[in-house]
């Protein structure tokens, strides 16, 4: 019966094309600590011509697949903050990191990005420019620079829900002997063909039992092959269709149905 409901449930879940997506806000207590450095980042090897931060990565065994846009973006969920040791590092996009500027860190959304962020427990809202990635731990959406932090309220408790809302990516340009920023123009990402990845092995035959398995269940499934410098590794995606609203149903569903590292990718 248990596996009947799980069963019930992925494929109830992974067919819904109606709704509004939004990310699950962790229950995990509060912290009143920035966070903690994460891991190194290991770039995927790229593809094509692509910018550097537009080019997926890993973190403690997890891809990221930057977005190629953020029209229309928006999302709920906690909001941490980094100030010292990170003040006068470089930040993932080269910059070198002040806290003292209005800038925020996000695990996808592409760089320059400007954020309209409202802190939903006070009300307070502020815009940020996203210049650097994370956080890595789950539940978090975004990580604000102590500025950013102390202008929505948020120093003091260390975490707080909040709403993110796209306005635009600046570019920076020269004019004469100063700069200006204009906004790019935007791709639609919220179409494509979606996967949500369920599982990544090291031993192909375990890849091909969880392959096998969604088959079963109905689920269009593929394995991804992916080889390291020093090790190769095959990642199990279930495809879940053309939308990104889909797509992140879908997530949620498959990590309720027992896989928690589930997560949506983009082909």
């Not at 954020?115 to 307070?124: A, P, S």
């Amino acid at each position: 019966m248990k596996r009947l409901s799980t069963i019930l449930l992925i494929s109830t879940l992974l067919i819904l094309t109606n709704g509004c997506a939004q990310k699950t806000i962790s229950n995990a207590p509060i912290s009143k600590r920035s966070v903690q450095a994460p891991a190194k980042v290991k770039r995927v090897p790229p593809s094509g011509r692509v910018p550097g931060t537009q080019r997926p990565y890993r973190i403690d065994g997890k891809s990221y697949y930057p977005l190629p846009s953020a029209e229309g973006f928006s999302q709920r969920g906690l909001a941490s903050w980094y100030g010292n040791p990170f003040h006068g590092r470089k930040t993932s996009n080269g910059e070198t990191y002040n806290m003292h500027e209005m800038t925020a860190a996000h695990k996808t959304l592409p760089m320059n990005t400007r954020l309209l962020v409202k802190n939903l427990e006070n009300g307070k809202e502020t815009v940020v420019r996203i210049n650097d990635r994370g956080p890595f731990v789950r539940g978090r959406i975004i990580d604000l620079s102590n500025a950013a932090a102390r202008r929505l309220g948020v120093v003091a408790k260390g975490t707080a829900k909040v709403k993110i809302t796209a306005m635009g990516e600046a570019a920076t340009f020269k004019q004469g002997q100063g700069t200006v920023q204009r906004f790019m123009p935007h791709q639609d990402f919220r179409h494509g063909e979606f996967y949500v990845q369920i599982g990544s092995f090291s031993n192909k035959e375990n890849a091909k039992r969880l392959k096998d398995k969604m088959i079963a269940w109905g689920k269009k499934t593929v394995i991804q092959t992916w080889r390291g410098s020093n090790q190769t590794f095959y990642r199990v995606q279930v495809r879940v269709g053309t939308e990104l609203a889909q797509a992140n149903r879908a997530e949620r569903a498959l990590i309720e149905a027992g896989y928690p590292g589930a997560f949506a990718v983009a082909r």
